[in-house]
Each structure stands twice: as structure tokens, then as C-alpha cells.
């Protein structure tokens, strides 16, 4: 893995945290009917840090959710032999609630169209907007943002890795060169 650069720094994306749950409470006019879910793994910690900076702005806490969409992704019988599948943990109705799909890294659009799969599958919300820490282009379905931490254009070379203390014990976005050395 060949670091090309540091995207963001921890004050960086407690800046993105706290400027990303402003921007969900402002567009959605409070907490009213906001519920959050986090899809796994990272998405699911992104989620936790947006509740958490939400019950300091709000002083009030909304349901929180994590989604594994593992067995809805199309290409998971191809990639893997025996999928590595975790649990949703959704303890609450998302019907008629304004859902806010977390994740880390927007690419192609087929984990979220996976998690739009399985959301559907629990309930009927009123909305379902998408929230990312980072779009980095090359869609290959028509998925866009609501809520974008930070747009990183890259090459097909190129990859976005976000570290998150809960996981890799450091807080960063970092892109990386997947160039094959000869």
C-alpha cells in the first residue's frame, strides 16, 4: 500500500463530523423524524460520531442503526467463496421515517444500492438520504450524495482509505496508489 497522500488529519474530520451533522439537521429542520444508519464497518463508526455530535447540538438522542449488506451486493458470489456476513442491528421501525445512510467511501454506488435493497426489505421510509465521508467519482449506477464530507476525484489507480480510531487506532483519509509495480 503506497501512501500518495494525506487527505485529512483527525482535526480535519472531526471538522467534517461536526460541519456534515449541521448540514443534516439543518436540511431535515431538527430531529423530528431523523433516525441513522450506519452501514458496516466503517459507516457504522461514522454514524456513531454523527449521533454523538447531533445529541451535543441537540441534547437529544435519535434512533441509531447498523446495516450489513453483505448478502445483497451483486458481485458477492463472485468475489468471495464464503462471505463474511455480520449482523444488522436495526432495533427500531424505519417506516415513514426520514433515514440517513451512512458510509465511508462513495465509489461505484453498489454497496449503497445494496443497502437500498436491504433497507427496503425492513420498512418504508419517508426518505432515505445518503451521507458520505468522501465521493470519490466512477459511479457505475445513478447514486448520489446528500451529504459529502469531502469530493477527491481520482484516477482508476487510485483508492480512498479512510482510518477511523474505532478500527485502525488513528483517524485520517489517505489516498492510496494501487499501481502495480513491474
Known sequence: ?????????????????????????????????LILIGMRTRGEFVAKRIFDKIKEIEHIEIPLGVLDVTLYRDDFRKRLKQPEVSVTNITF?????????????????????????????????STIQLCVLVDRGHRELPIRPDYV??????????????????????????LIDTTKEE
Do not use: C, F, W
Not at 485529512?8 to 423524524?33: A, C, K, P
Not at 482509505?161 to 488513528?170: A, C, F, H, I, T
Open 149 to 174: 464530507g469531502k469530493n477527491t476525484p481520482t484516477s482508476i489507480n487510485e483508492e480512498v482509505k479512510v482510518k477511523l480510531k474505532e478500527v485502525d487506532n488513528e483517524d485520517g483519509i489517505y
Open 93 to 125: 421501525s424505519i417506516d415513514e421515517k426520514d433515514v440517513i445512510l451512512i458510509d465511508d467511501v462513495l465509489y461505484s454506488g453498489r454497496t449503497v444500492r445494496a443497502a437500498l435493497d436491504a433497507l427496503m426489505d425492513l420498512g418504508r421510509p
Open 1 to 33: 500500500m503506497k501512501i500518495k497522500a494525506k487527505l485529512v488529519d483527525q482535526t480535519g474530520l472531526e471538522r467534517i463530523i461536526t460541519r456534515v451533522s449541521h448540514e443534516i439537521l439543518e436540511r431535515n429542520r431538527g430531529t423530528n423524524n
